[in-house]
């Protein structure tokens, strides 16, 4: 599957969207919150509050993903880039799922976006140099 990061000064109402919120967030910024109905926030808040590290939103046009970023109280920055590059492999898998093709990423903790990324790439990678196409594998027929 192929999948499109854009940077954007700004992103579409309907679009699916990637927040990186800070550790200890316990309610949505209004940036990350705008087109959610009350029932959605309460949700994203619940799930906060319940310590859950990927969030996912299906809002059928479009989705949203919430990923906690790690403190940095706690451990170095490095474990913690390390830490968001881990949430974009399991991101990733859940994208894949859903048929994600164009994602925006909107990082609310200035650094979280970058290690995020990498996650994705790396998880999304693959080498096809050596691999044969499919007519290789079938059996010749054969024409009398």
């Known amino acids: 599957m192929s999948l499109e990061l854009a940077h954007a000064a700004d992103f579409p109402s309907i679009a699916d969207t990637v927040f990186i919120v800070p550790a200890g967030t316990t309610e949505l910024p209004i940036s990350a919150a705008a087109d959610l109905p009350e029932a959605a926030r309460r949700y994203v808040a619940d799930q906060l509050a319940a310590d859950s590290k ?21 451990i170095t920055t490095h474990l913690a880039a390390e830490a968001l590059r881990k949430s974009g492999h399991q991101l990733y898998a859940q994208l894949k799922a859903d048929k994600v093709r164009q994602l925006y990423v909107v990082d609310l903790t200035e650094t979280g976006a970058l290690p995020l990324a990498e996650g994705l790439a790396l998880t999304a990678y693959q080498f096809e140099g050596y691999k044969t196409d499919e007519k290789s594998h079938k059996a010749p027929t054969s024409r009398s």
Do not use: E
């Open 54 to 74: 990927l969030i996912h939103l299906n809002q059928y046009s479009h989705h949203h993903y919430y990923i906690v970023a790690p403190s940095t109280d706690k």
